[in-house]
Every structure is written in C-alpha cells, then in structure tokens.
C-alpha cells in the first residue's frame, strides 16, 4: 500500500501511468470492449466498473490541456447523440476533475477501436453497461 495513492491502481497500471508520456492515450473498456485483440499492452481490472476504475486513474494522470478534446467516450451506434448512463457517469467524473464539458468529445464506434489501438495501453474493467468506454490523453505537470 501506499499513501495517497487510490488502492484500486495496481502495480501494472501505475507503471503504465508513470510510463506514458504527454500525448500518450489510455483506454479505459467495459467487459464487452474487444481488449486482448485491440491492446499493445492490457490491463485486466475484471471486478471493477469504468466510474471507479477512471476517477482513480484522474487521481494522478494530468489531462492534456495543448488539444481542445483529450477524452472520447464512444458514441452509441444508430443513436450518436444519445447518452448511456456510463457515459453520463464519466462525463460527471471529468468534470469534478476539472475537465470542461466541450473538452469532452465523442467518436463512433471503429474510431474508437482505431484509437484505441493506438492507445499506450487498454484497461479493461468488469463493467457490464454499454458503452463503459473512455479514451483520455495524457497532459504534462507543470511547476
């Protein structure tokens, strides 16, 4: 254990965290979310759901302030302006942490899996809702 650091961030996705650099992306997946066939590297958090698993991750990852739109959630296929509770849950989660509503965009659904290939890495949660999906860029620490 370590002081202030959020228990759920296991030793595999802090190190993945730390290791990431300014423009690097994260991609935080539902349990339906294809993760072992998209991911460079996976991160399995099987019991946990994307609100808890994101609000630990804000915890110490900066989002990056240099391009207008650093978090995607994926839009819901057939309904592109339609909001799923998960999606409503993490849009509410970016914003106690700062992150403006216009800063937080959307991407239909082979965008997101393109992007989310490209991710630094995947961590996939246990959460059964709908589109539990969020991409976030990393941002720098300034002094």
């Known amino acids: 254990m370590l002081h202030g650091i959020d228990p759920l961030l296991t030793a595999d996705l802090l190190y993945a965290l730390r290791a990431m650099g300014h423009g690097d992306t994260i991609t935080i997946?539902?349990?339906?979310?294809?993760?072992?066939?998209c991911a460079r590297q996976l991160i399995?958090?099987?019991?946990?759901?994307?609100?808890?698993?994101?609000?630990?991750?804000?915890?110490v990852l900066p989002v990056d302030d240099f391009i207008p739109v650093p978090l995607l959630t994926m839009q819901v296929v057939g309904d592109p302006e339609s909001v799923p509770p998960a999606v409503a849950e993490v849009r509410r989660i970016a914003q106690d942490a700062g992150v403006e509503p216009e800063r937080i965009g959307t991407a239909d659904r082979h965008d997101f899996y393109r992007m989310a290939r490209d991710s630094f890495c995947i961590v996939q949660t246990g959460d059964r809702r709908l589109y539990a999906n969020v991409i976030a860029t990393k941002g720098v620490i300034r002094l």
Do not use: C, R, T
């Open 44 to 59: 399995n958090l099987p019991g946990l759901e994307i609100g808890a698993v994101f609000q630990a991750v804000l915890s």
């Open 29 to 37: 997946v539902d349990a339906n979310f294809p993760g072992a066939s």
